[in-house]
Structure formats: structure tokens, C-alpha cells
């Protein structure tokens, strides 16, 4: 795991340093008819890392691994993402994912290799999970960080620098 939290690490890092580069104004571009801009991704992704550092800690403190989802769409609309500075979203989604890496790096591997079941990964994992599959919180750290490297690799093929 050590591995992988150093590649989660460095893409934030680099991420973080591609992003400033962004505009405020190409900030506040969607990405086509329908889609986000890039403010409205970093801030699901800071919605993303509220949601799931809350999972991360309550797999750790509790046998059950039934998370309560959240409205992504309805989250970005109410936070009105497009009104923040662009430099104070970045520094908010940075400073967050480092404080996730910290806290998964605390956890020992036989919490995070731990099969839990049941479970509802199957309706809030990005890649979902078979309801009678069980699960670990490794799968869920992993998940959760290819979830935003996913919503990075959107911003880099929509915004043109």
C-alpha cells in the first residue's frame, strides 16, 4: 500500500501544480453542453473527499460497511462551485487529499485488507462492487482514488493551456 499512497501523493502533487495553471476564467468553462466546469469537478471531488474521509474513519471504528450516498449534482448546484476563486478550490482539494493520504497511511493492512460484508459499494463505489461480493477498505481507499483521477484526466482533456 505504501506504493500506492506515494503514486496518490504525486498525482495530487502534479495535479496541483497543472491546475494552477488553469485561469479563473477557463476555471468557470464547462466542459461541453451538459457537463461540469472545471470548478464544479474540484468541488465534487472536495465533495467526494468529505464523503469518503468520513467512510475511511467509520471503517476503522465500526464492523459495518453500509455508507450513506450524497446527490453529486445536487451537492455541486447548492455549493455554487462556479463562485469560489479557483485558487482557494485548489488549495481546499490539495490540503484535503493530504490529509486523506495521513489517514490512510495510519491504517494497519489488517483493517484495510479486512473482507467486510455486508455492504453497499454496489450503489456509492465508483466501480461498483457486487452486493454479495464482500469487500475490503482497500478496495474503497483505491476506488475513491481512481475516482479522481478520473475527474483530473476530464479537466486535462477539456481545458486547452
Do not use: C
Not at 495553471?21 to 477557463?26: G, T
Not at 478520473?150 to 481545458?159: D, F, M, R, T
Request: glycine residues 6%; without cysteine; charged residues 25%.
Amino acid at each position: 500500500m505504501k506504493a500506492y499512497l506515494d503514486e496518490f501523493k504525486e498525482t495530487v502533487d502534479a495535479a496541483f501544480e497543472r491546475l494552477m495553471l488553469i485561469s479563473e476564467e477557463q476555471s468557470r468553462v464547462p466542459g461541453g453542453e451538459g457537463k461540469w466546469s472545471p470548478k464544479e469537478i474540484i468541488g465534487h471531488l472536495i465533495d467526494s473527499a468529505a464523503n469518503n474521509h468520513a467512510r475511511f474513519v467509520q471503517a476503522q471504528l465500526y464492523d459495518g460497511f453500509v455508507f450513506s450516498g450524497y446527490e453529486q449534482d445536487k451537492w455541486v448546484t447548492v455549493q455554487a462551485y462556479n463562485d469560489e476563486p479557483w485558487d482557494r478550490l485548489l488549495q481546499l482539494w490539495r490540503h484535503y487529499n493530504l490529509h486523506l493520504l495521513h489517514v490512510m497511511s495510519l491504517i494497519g493492512e489488517e483493517v484495510s485488507g479486512k473482507l467486510r460484508s455486508p455492504h453497499n459499494l454496489h450503489q456509492i463505489a465508483w466501480r461498483a462492487v457486487a452486493e454479495e461480493q464482500p469487500v475490503t477498505l482497500d478496495y474503497l481507499i483505491r476506488d475513491y482514488v481512481d475516482h479522481l483521477k478520473h475527474h483530473l484526466g476530464q479537466i486535462s482533456s477539456s481545458v486547452v493551456l
